[in-house]
């Protein structure tokens, strides 16, 4: 602790935004470098969102400066930008736990602190919710102001957009564009850098708010002579620029400057502040600045991992859906694949680079992404919606209305299924099963296996309706593979048991049976070994389909006992409408059910949020114990 006190002196300062409004500007910029070296360090360890942050300093320094939190509504698009924030209201000390279990956040997060007013994990919520908040403050004759920080990667989402249009003119709402990618808005040549620089001096808001000033005290012509000059500005501006979508939309519009110069930053924010009025404010600011690893190749320092985090063998199944559905695509040129901004956390660079006509990145824009597959598969191709979990949660009624009540062969490679520790709740994905298996001709994989995954791809492939494949953020674990696959290599996508390798001769030597689908059956085999000990013998399902819940069901009589005994459907999912309920209730109407004690395992009523350091599994009650203790309890 003394050596990091040495090395981060400034830093160690600052516990509250009061203690930064009281540095000296000159130590802005020394301060602003420890707090660069100071997140490479801790994200490093920790791992999580390096490159976003390290670009977001000065603009969190500025915003802090100039705006009074938690009086004044700071909302962070996604979040994963909101490290320096973090450091700033109180939370340095704490660091150290960032994304552990009982720890920060990393995302903003209402119960952590009083300076996350609002939570976030997703893109492109945040200025819907900024504007909740300064429709609030007027309604309730506040005068705080809320300030709303996106990337140019949310500005892709629909919502923002939405919510533009619903924007009023005279709210105390400050809007900052943080673009680190790609141009929103035309800037071309010389004299436009000159005039952007012009704008974002002090001379220039010095001039203009004296100018505003003595000219609005004019008895009789003062006023109309303002607001002449203004309209002559905005002319002499669309002849420059053209039209300005924010200023159309009757926002005020400031930018682009560079937004990882404080002072230029505080000069904007503060002018937007003055003016009272829904603001734009455009910055551009260098993604994974002050750390060149992430300077050269800032979509590789996007997301880190922790320290000492030994990868599984192999490919990822991402990466191998990515591979699978490449070679698939060479052999049939119907097959196309479509992204929301996700293309390598999605596993489909390789896709990508080998049909980059078949291939479609639709930004951050979930809803459109179905509904363009849906057009896609009606018009006879064969789409591939590769998405994380938590991703598809948006596109709901899209899968629904334009996909399956049209019995379109839409197939969804539904990304990190189950619970996501590092991420925490907004990024567990366990509620797509419940969800999916509402919903008619729906079918659902579950691989563990890369052999599974291509089998279910192949066979999602060949059918006429809409397919969803889940897998868990990882790699195939051996010790899986060996348990329920040995040497066999199966063809097709069914129900592996782990009897043979277990050495039970037959369905009637077991005492109890766990029927699971995903990473979970980890914490199975655990308690089999567990229970094993204690001299209980126990079978395991391990299921590579689950819906049609009839089919698989069938599939499972003859690995049950016709004796009395539990079985216990265990899943990282929740409880209602998911596995367990829907595969028990297709079980029940057979006979061999008639004399069996059934327990369903779930993330029941839990967004499994770990309020202490502990393995998640153990937070959901889903542990190799908690599986044991409830098998013991349905005996008695």
């Given at each position: 602790?003394?050596?990091k006190?040495e090395?981060?002196?400034?830093?160690?300062?600052?516990?509250?935004?009061?203690?930064?409004?009281?540095?000296?500007?000159?130590?802005?910029?020394?301060?602003?470098?420890?707090?660069?070296?100071?997140?490479?360090?801790?994200?490093?360890?920790?791992?999580?969102?390096?490159?976003?942050?390290?670009?977001?300093?000065?603009?969190s320094?500025?915003?802090?400066r100039?705006?009074?939190?938690?009086?004044?509504?700071?909302?962070?698009?996604?979040?994963?930008q909101?490290?320096?924030?973090?450091?700033?209201?109180?939370?340095?000390?704490?660091?150290?736990?960032?994304?552990?279990?009982?720890?920060?956040?990393?995302?903003?997060?209402?119960?952590?602190?009083?300076?996350?007013?609002f939570?976030?994990?997703?893109?492109?919520?945040?200025?819907?919710?900024?504007l909740?908040?300064?429709?609030?403050?007027?309604?309730?004759?506040?005068?705080?102001?809320?300030?709303?920080?996106?990337?140019?990667?949310?500005?892709?989402?629909?919502?923002?957009?939405?919510?533009?249009n619903?924007?009023?003119?005279?709210?105390?709402?400050?809007?900052?564009?943080?673009?680190?990618?790609m141009?929103i808005?035309?800037n071309?040549?010389?004299?436009?850098?000159?005039?952007?620089?012009?704008?974002?001096?002090?001379?220039?808001?010095?001039?203009?708010?004296a100018?505003?000033?003595?000219?609005?005290?004019?008895?009789?012509?003062?006023?109309?002579?303002?607001?002449?000059?203004?309209?002559?500005?905005?002319?002499?501006?669309?002849?420059?620029?053209?039209?300005?979508?924010?200023?159309?939309?009757?926002?005020?519009?400031?930018?682009?400057?560079?937004?990882?110069?404080?002072?230029?930053?505080e000069?904007?924010?503060?002018?937007?502040?003055?003016?009272?009025?829904?603001?734009?404010?455009?910055?551009?600011?260098?993604?994974?600045?002050?750390?060149?690893?992430?300077?050269?190749?800032?979509?590789?320092?996007?997301?880190?991992?922790?320290?000492?985090?030994?990868?599984?063998?192999g490919?990822?199944?991402?990466?191998?859906?990515?591979?699978?559905?490449?070679?698939?695509?060479a052999?049939?040129?119907?097959?196309?694949?479509?992204?929301?901004?996700?293309?390598?956390?999605?596993?489909?660079?390789?896709?990508?680079?080998?049909?980059?006509?078949r291939?479609?990145?639709?930004?951050?824009?979930?809803?459109?992404?179905v509904?363009?597959?849906?057009?896609?598969?009606?018009?006879?191709?064969?789409?591939?919606?590769?998405?994380y979990?938590?991703?598809?949660?948006?596109?709901?009624?899209?899968?629904?209305?334009?996909?399956?009540?049209?019995?379109?062969?839409?197939?969804?490679?539904?990304?990190?299924?189950?619970?996501?520790?590092?991420?925490?709740?907004?990024?567990?994905?366990?509620?797509?099963v419940?969800?999916?298996?509402?919903?008619?001709?729906?079918?659902?994989?579950?691989?563990?296996?890369?052999?599974?995954?291509?089998?279910?791809?192949?066979?999602?492939?060949?059918?006429?309706?809409?397919?969803?494949?889940r897998?868990?953020?990882?790699?195939?674990?051996?010790?899986?593979v060996?348990?329920?696959?040995?040497?066999?290599?199966?063809s097709?996508?069914?129900?592996?048991?782990?009897?043979?390798?277990?050495?039970?001769?037959?369905?009637?030597?077991?005492?109890?049976?766990?029927?699971?689908?995903?990473?979970?059956?980890?914490e199975?085999?655990?308690?089999?070994?567990?229970l094993?000990?204690?001299?209980?013998t126990?079978?395991?399902?391990?299921?590579?389909?689950?819906?049609p819940?009839?089919?698989?069901?069938?599939?499972?009589?003859?690995?049950?006992?016709?004796?009395?005994?539990?079985?216990?459907?265990?899943?990282?999912?929740?409880?209602?409408?998911?596995?367990?309920?829907?595969?028990?209730?297709?079980?029940?109407?057979?006979?061999?059910?008639k004399?069996?004690t059934t327990?369903?395992?779930?993330?029941?009523?839990?967004?499994?949020?770990?309020?202490?350091?502990?393995?998640?599994?153990?937070?959901?009650g889903?542990?190799?114990?908690?599986?044991?203790?409830?098998?013991?309890?349905?005996?008695?």
């Amino acid at each position: 602790m003394d050596d990091k006190k040495e090395r981060y002196p400034r830093l160690n300062q600052i516990n509250s935004p009061e203690d930064l409004k009281a540095l000296p500007a000159e130590e802005l910029a020394p301060l602003a470098q420890e707090i660069r070296e100071f997140l490479v360090e801790r994200v490093l360890e920790n791992g999580g969102h390096l490159a976003s942050n390290l670009g977001a300093v000065e603009l969190s320094l500025a915003i802090h400066r100039v705006f009074s939190s938690p009086r004044d509504h700071i909302i962070f698009d996604v979040g994963h930008q909101a490290y320096v924030h973090k450091l700033i209201t109180g939370r340095r000390e704490r660091f150290s736990t960032l994304r552990q279990g009982g720890g920060i956040s990393g995302f903003p997060k209402r119960s952590e602190s009083e300076h996350d007013c609002f939570g976030t994990g997703h893109s492109s919520t945040s200025l819907s919710a900024a504007l909740g908040f300064a429709e609030a403050d007027r309604i309730n004759g506040s005068d705080a102001y809320t300030v709303c920080v996106l990337g140019d990667g949310a500005y892709t989402g629909g919502m923002i957009h939405e919510a533009l249009n619903n924007c009023r003119r005279r709210l105390r709402l400050i809007i900052i564009i943080n673009e680190n990618e790609m141009s929103i808005s035309k800037n071309i040549g010389r004299f436009a850098k000159t005039l952007s620089r012009l704008r974002s001096s002090k001379g220039y808001f010095r001039t203009k708010n004296a100018t505003t000033s003595i000219l609005g005290h004019i008895p009789l012509i003062g006023k109309p002579t303002v607001k002449l000059l203004r309209r002559f500005k905005m002319g002499v501006k669309s002849a420059l620029y053209g039209s300005n979508y924010f200023e159309n939309l009757g926002l005020y519009y400031l930018g682009p400057v560079d937004g990882n110069d404080e002072a230029a930053v505080e000069r904007l924010l503060k002018e937007a502040k003055e003016s009272r009025l829904s603001c734009v404010i455009h910055l551009k600011t260098q993604k994974g600045k002050g750390y060149a690893p992430a300077e050269e190749t800032p979509d590789r320092f996007h997301g880190v991992s922790p320290k000492g985090c030994q990868p599984g063998e192999g490919t990822s199944f991402s990466d191998e859906m990515g591979e699978i559905l490449t070679a698939m695509a060479a052999e049939d040129e119907k097959i196309c694949a479509i992204t929301a901004a996700m293309t390598g956390g999605t596993g489909l660079t390789a896709f990508r680079n080998a049909h980059p006509l078949r291939f479609f990145d639709v930004g951050i824009a979930e809803e459109h992404a179905v509904t363009f597959a849906a057009g896609l598969a009606a018009n006879g191709c064969r789409p591939v919606v590769a998405v994380y979990s938590t991703f598809l949660q948006r596109s709901y009624d899209n899968i629904i209305h334009d996909v399956a009540l049209q019995e379109l062969p839409v197939i969804f490679c539904v990304d990190r299924a189950g619970l996501n520790p590092a991420d925490g709740a907004t990024h567990h994905g366990i509620f797509d099963v419940a969800f999916l298996s509402q919903i008619p001709t729906m079918r659902i994989y579950t691989p563990l296996t890369r052999l599974a995954l291509k089998n279910a791809m192949e066979d999602a492939a060949k059918a006429s309706v809409p397919c969803a494949i889940r897998y868990p953020n990882g790699y195939e674990d051996p010790a899986v593979v060996q348990a329920f696959y040995g040497d066999k290599t199966p063809s097709r996508v069914g129900v592996r048991s782990n009897f043979t390798h277990a050495n039970i001769a037959s369905a009637e030597q077991i005492d109890s049976l766990i029927i699971t689908d995903g990473r979970i059956v980890k914490e199975a085999m655990r308690a089999c070994e567990i229970l094993r000990e204690k001299g209980h013998t126990v079978g395991i399902l391990l299921l590579e389909q689950i819906k049609p819940y009839g089919a698989i069901a069938e599939q499972i009589l003859p690995f049950l006992p016709q004796k009395a005994c539990p079985i216990v459907f265990l899943e990282e999912e929740i409880k209602a409408g998911g596995m367990g309920m829907m595969l028990s209730e297709a079980l029940s109407a057979h006979e061999i059910m008639k004399n069996k004690t059934t327990v369903i395992m779930a993330t029941d009523d839990n967004f499994g949020v770990r309020m202490k350091n502990e393995p998640i599994y153990r937070t959901v009650g889903l542990d190799a114990e908690s599986i044991v203790e409830r098998i013991f309890h349905a005996q008695k």
